[in-house]
């Protein structure tokens, strides 16, 4: 029998891994609460007739389609359709399809719940998404995803509490960031002041690509989707502009699409916001930067993108403004602003530059030793007695030579080791190992309680 | 259009119904690792070949297959397969599905990890699974399971200490239960003694129903199976053996079945549980019950099963020990043993008894009333101050009129507005007022943070 192993490009999660995982999502799950957001979760499967549609073709293509239970087939066999076909056959075969991102589903969740929702409506919601990708480094087909989001306002304040829930959790995490911003009507104004407003999809994905290639690549692509010399000149301009100062950069831009009302609205959206950063009593490392596009449609104000300084890695969170996430599915002008963490880039981060605090461990803290069942008897109730005091506790389950026991220990790394034998139990001092240090003391076992919770406090 | 909405039996969960389950899912995984089980997660989609057989029939007509990517149909053509038949075409066209339970994956997840596992390995796992069942009242397509195992050991002491963990979880979560206990070795050695070893699995599925039918049924399905009137009396004999004492009616039970060298295992070893968590020194709920009989063939020792008293519901968590779990993926003589709650009926459960405690919320503590950008900007850096103490805050968005930013605050049932206004701010006294008693104080800001600390903490 050949060995059973995880599907191509899934993954499973070891203790270790999971203790490095469940460290980063309960940071960012804790800073969410911490700003009001509250949990939501929808389910792991939707209706491709939510999902079909919303991601673009490449991203249709990338669903993962789940069989209609019982006979399949029935249906398309009544309705005479070409079964021959993979194309047809789908439609007929499959109704119900993993869910891509957790922005559609939310989507669909406030135009479904939204009697019982109170507006704005402050969400986050942790949980896996597929998408039937390549596997590569870095990329796999199930991943989870950690948004947060608020709906039904548009006040700046929300964009201005998104970037400081970010630096808090990045400041918690260790990790030295940039957080990019821009927005989206600045780059629509600069469309329009050279006359290309019809092209504006089309600009900012040239635009987005600005990260992987050059100035003379972006122009060409501009070249070729029928901009003229002089506007893709006056763009460059634009992007290649280098100034430190935030609000210096942003006179620059506005002096020169100062004919585009559109574009002066997001200027004085971006100071507003940059406003609020300034006064926020911390230090939110903002930057704004022109050559920000992110190429997903549905942003239409703030956008902004967090870059983790010292390493070479893409984006480990972004977000932005939208303005109409649920009118697909009836229900428009619900304005709203997003951000989202990305955990499985966020732990390689953490992994590459070693930030991980050491205690970040799955295992127990304390192992007793078993010297066979009369003692064990007599120590069940102080290893209760652990872990009411909060001290994870396991009890070695057979009575096996000592240098077994220690080693089971010491592979877990697990802390302590506790050692009490029948002349300890009569004494009421139990031997107290620690298996890092190796020191090794003899205490009461209220003594080794308070000395062990101390410790697991520092 | 239409309003979108979830696929048929599966559920969004609200903040209000998520704060409730996270009380149960937090109880239930800081039990598990203080009991130094360790987190592991596996994917939500396994391959099929790693699925199918495992769950009967019945459970492999359950299982959500998920379609292949891209040309799904061109293999099943190639091979000339007839592709008008539902079970012929979905091996050419699937060969992943969803996870059904998670004790399948995690005896893969074993054989695959073997070598970077420390055994006795002692894992948790809390994960949704799903089952294309007949959708029903609190019967879902997706739920989550919460199972803690034990794998590599046959000491008894495991048993004993999952039964102090699920003691200490519902201790915890205020639900008053029973739980119930049992040895299939038991149930072999009565099979045994009336010369029906061979019927043994039909035994224990009839066995199994007593819980939801009557003796008299029962004894005619084992008529039906093809057991004699004597043998019947005999089972019907020990099933319905009344005495609350555990000892005693072990001690009636091992004077009938004697003669078996099986039912003797299972009588020590349900004595020897017995008595160690009688050495516990808490209280664990336990009681001996013969007609406890669990259906799943893979249990081979202990079986046990939770009741919660004073209301009517099924088994809210249940488990056992089996002897060979990984021998269907090649590796022999893997003994574990293994509980899962079950945390939709808890949540029921808790629901139905009032039991959640009234200060799980997922909302904010604290909002700070909008009285305009001037007011704000000193405000930024409280509301930061706040959040440091461990006190969820947010800012209303706008300056909008009082008595719409307090009804969002009761809307969503925030405990705490603070009111800072011009006057309040140059004093450096503010409101403080408490939501639920209608209450308010003036205060300093350190006051504040002082004071809903203490409350919070209560």
């Given at each position: 029998m050949?060995k059973?192993?995880t599907?191509?490009?899934m993954?499973d999660f070891l203790?270790?891994?999971?203790?490095?995982?469940?460290?980063?999502?309960?940071?960012?799950?804790?800073?969410f609460?911490l700003?009001?957001?509250?949990?939501i979760?929808?389910?792991?499967?939707?209706?491709?007739?939510?999902?079909?549609?919303?991601?673009?073709?490449?991203g249709?293509k990338?669903?993962?389609k789940?069989?209609?239970?019982?006979?399949?087939?029935?249906?398309a066999i009544?309705?005479?359709?070409n079964?021959?076909?993979?194309r047809?056959?789908?439609?007929f075969?499959?109704?119900?399809?993993?869910?891509?991102?957790?922005t559609v589903?939310?989507?669909?969740f406030v135009?479904?719940?939204?009697?019982n929702?109170i507006?704005?409506?402050?969400?986050y919601?942790?949980?896996?998404?597929?998408?039937?990708?390549?596997?590569?480094?870095?990329r796999?087909?199930?991943?989870?995803q950690?948004?947060?989001d608020?709906?039904g306002?548009?006040?700046?304040?929300?964009?201005?509490?998104?970037?400081?829930?970010?630096?808090s959790?990045f400041?918690?995490?260790?990790i030295?960031?940039?957080i990019?911003?821009?927005n989206r009507?600045?780059?629509?104004?600069?469309?329009?002041i050279?006359?290309?407003?019809d092209?504006?999809?089309?600009?900012?994905?040239?635009i987005?690509?600005?990260?992987k290639?050059?100035?003379e690549?972006?122009?060409e692509?501009?070249l070729k989707?029928?901009?003229?010399h002089?506007?893709?000149?006056?763009i460059?301009k634009?992007?290649?502009f280098?100034?430190?100062?935030?609000?210096?950069?942003?006179?620059?831009?506005e002096?020169?699409?100062s004919?585009?009302?559109?574009?002066?609205?997001?200027?004085?959206?971006?100071?507003?916001?940059?406003?609020?950063?300034?006064h926020s009593?911390?230090?939110?490392?903002?930057?704004?930067?022109m050559?920000l596009?992110?190429g997903?449609?549905?942003y239409?104000?703030?956008i902004i993108?967090?870059?983790?300084?010292?390493?070479?890695?893409g984006?480990?969170c972004?977000g932005?403004?939208?303005?109409?996430?649920?009118?697909v599915?009836g229900?428009?002008?619900?304005?709203?602003?997003?951000?989202?963490?990305g955990?499985?880039?966020?732990?390689?981060?953490?992994?590459?530059?070693?930030?991980f605090?050491?205690q970040?461990?799955?295992?127990?803290?304390?192992?007793i030793v078993n010297?066979?069942?009369?003692?064990?008897?007599?120590?069940?109730?102080?290893?209760n007695?652990?872990r009411?005091?909060?001290?994870?506790t396991?009890?070695?389950p057979?009575?096996?030579?000592?240098?077994?026991?220690?080693?089971y220990a010491?592979?877990k790394?697990?802390?302590?080791v506790i050692?009490?034998?029948?002349?300890?139990?009569?004494?009421?001092?139990?031997?107290l190992k620690?298996?890092?240090?190796?020191?090794?003391?003899?205490?009461?076992?209220?003594?080794?309680?308070?000395?062990?919770k101390?410790?697991?406090?520092?």
């Amino acid at each position: 029998m050949s060995k059973p192993s995880t599907p191509k490009g899934m993954r499973d999660f070891l203790p270790v891994e999971m203790a490095g995982r469940n460290h980063i999502f309960n940071t960012i799950k804790s800073t969410f609460q911490l700003f009001g957001y509250q949990p939501i979760e929808t389910p792991a499967m939707e209706l491709l007739s939510t999902l079909i549609g919303k991601y673009g073709d490449e991203g249709d293509k990338l669903l993962y389609k789940v069989l209609n239970s019982g006979d399949f087939l029935s249906s398309a066999i009544e309705a005479k359709a070409n079964i021959n076909d993979s194309r047809t056959l789908s439609k007929f075969i499959s109704e119900k399809g993993l869910k891509y991102d957790l922005t559609v589903p939310f989507a669909r969740f406030v135009v479904e719940h939204y009697n019982n929702l109170i507006f704005p409506f402050k969400r986050y919601q942790i949980q896996p998404v597929w998408r039937a990708d390549r596997p590569q480094k870095g990329r796999y087909r199930e991943f989870y995803q950690c948004d947060a989001d608020v709906i039904g306002s548009d006040s700046l304040l929300y964009e201005y509490e998104l970037l400081e829930l970010t630096a808090s959790v990045f400041r918690k995490l260790g990790i030295d960031i940039i957080i990019k911003i821009n927005n989206r009507k600045i780059l629509s104004g600069i469309a329009e002041i050279i006359g290309y407003s019809d092209k504006f999809t089309d600009i900012t994905i040239a635009i987005d690509k600005l990260d992987k290639t050059s100035i003379e690549s972006v122009s060409e692509d501009l070249l070729k989707v029928g901009l003229d010399h002089k506007s893709i000149g006056f763009i460059i301009k634009i992007l290649s502009f280098q100034e430190t100062d935030n609000l210096k950069k942003l006179e620059f831009i506005e002096t020169n699409i100062s004919g585009s009302e559109t574009g002066l609205k997001g200027i004085s959206e971006l100071k507003e916001v940059l406003k609020y950063c300034a006064h926020s009593g911390q230090t939110i490392p903002v930057e704004t930067d022109m050559t920000l596009a992110r190429g997903l449609n549905y942003y239409t104000g703030t956008i902004i993108e967090v870059k983790a300084n010292n390493v070479e890695i893409g984006s480990i969170c972004g977000g932005g403004r939208y303005d109409d996430l649920t009118g697909v599915f009836g229900m428009p002008g619900m304005s709203g602003v997003g951000i989202s963490f990305g955990a499985d880039r966020i732990y390689d981060v953490m992994k590459m530059l070693n930030l991980f605090p050491e205690q970040i461990t799955a295992s127990s803290v304390v192992m007793i030793v078993n010297f066979g069942d009369e003692e064990i008897l007599q120590l069940m109730p102080f290893a209760n007695k652990l872990r009411q005091n909060g001290i994870s506790t396991e009890i070695y389950p057979a009575n096996a030579k000592l240098k077994k026991q220690f080693s089971y220990a010491s592979d877990k790394n697990i802390e302590f080791v506790i050692v009490a034998g029948k002349d300890e139990l009569s004494s009421g001092k139990y031997g107290l190992k620690n298996m890092r240090t190796s020191e090794q003391k003899s205490m009461s076992p209220i003594e080794i309680i308070d000395f062990i919770k101390t410790k697991i406090s520092e």
